[in-house]
């Protein structure tokens, strides 16, 4: 049985969904849980906000240097998203799969969509409100944006609901139960990792 | 998100393994979790053991009554295990579903294989032990059998191991981590029911 003795390969997985589900601070909450999974920071060219750390939440890179991430091939993959770039360290992903951990992006649909493209053994997991009426509620809450910026995200987010089909799995981040979709991820983690045919991602 | 919203499809789930792995230690178990599913009793042929209660460890049947269940097509699957006959009761199952549980079936390796041929959307898990020479010494510790008979057992079990390729997962029961088997097998569970594309059974 030593094939599957101690973990097994690990994994390459995405937590995706639409605008304003949740993401981040699900995101936030797993890496609190001190697991042994790489979180990936993504790079991105809008500005830092308050509270964020460079490195942490996010890679804040110029414009330029993004363009030469881009040419040196040195991004998973990337999208511009809101009139900003956003992408996938590549070096970091394999980092973490070379050393045995899993590692986790957080990354928009459309991302997904094409990390399931290049990788199809990664493990893809979709983020859902509980109703779509809660989604936008949640994007009008915390909107800072011009109304029309607002209706673009409301579209964006009820388009990118219609692609839940892709995805492996789907997990319903419910107001104020945080805890219950963190441990719904990890058991989904837990069982991923004793399949008796793995999943396979070669970077 | 009305799809997702609530518990999915009822699953069938099949807890299974080589003689002598621990699966009826591990169901035990996991029926003291308190969990809403169904565990199924099979029904035996075979002389109820001290500290064994019908209806609960197994309905004890006559071999009379077994034939009946046979000729009725009260039986969901049933094999001749050391000379004694299991069945799984089909209405047992069948009740379990329509009520919205999950019904769990311990069952040896080649019951398993009949389940998946008959239903391919039940939910296969094999309980591996650490080793091969740990679970011939579990057969060997807990026998109370003639050499032959045991040797047969050994044999057998030898031959199960080899079939783990028809089941979903593989989870390793370890000496003194009935817990963690258990957590495991939950996770695995919980997991499932968040599958986008649900696994589909219709007895």
Request: proline share 4%; hydrophobic share 35%; no cysteine.
């Amino acid at each position: 049985m030593d094939r599957w003795n101690g973990r097994q390969q690990p994994l390459l997985i995405v937590v995706s969904g639409p605008s304003g589900v949740g993401k981040d601070t699900v995101l936030q909450r797993m890496r609190t849980r001190g697991l042994a999974m790489h979180f990936v920071v993504t790079a991105t060219t809008r500005p830092q906000r308050p509270g964020e750390t460079h490195g942490k939440d996010y890679l804040f890179v110029s414009q330029d240097r993004f363009r030469e991430m881009i040419q040196r091939g040195e991004l998973l993959e990337h999208a511009l998203v809101y009139n900003d770039y956003k992408g996938i360290p590549r070096q970091q992903v394999r980092q973490a799969l070379d050393s045995g951990k899993d590692a986790v992006l957080r990354i928009d649909v459309q991302g997904a969509e094409t990390i399931r493209r290049l990788w199809p053994g990664a493990l893809l997991i979709f983020l859902a409100p509980e109703t779509e009426e809660e989604l936008v509620e949640r994007l009008m809450r915390r909107s800072t944006e011009t109304p029309d910026r607002l209706e673009l995200r409301i579209h964006t987010a009820r388009e990118e609901m219609k692609r839940v089909d892709l995805f492996d799995y789907v997990v319903i981040n419910r107001d104020g139960q945080l805890e219950a979709t963190v441990d719904t991820i990890l058991a989904i983690i837990v069982a991923e990792h004793h399949r008796t045919h793995p999943r396979q991602v070669t970077l």
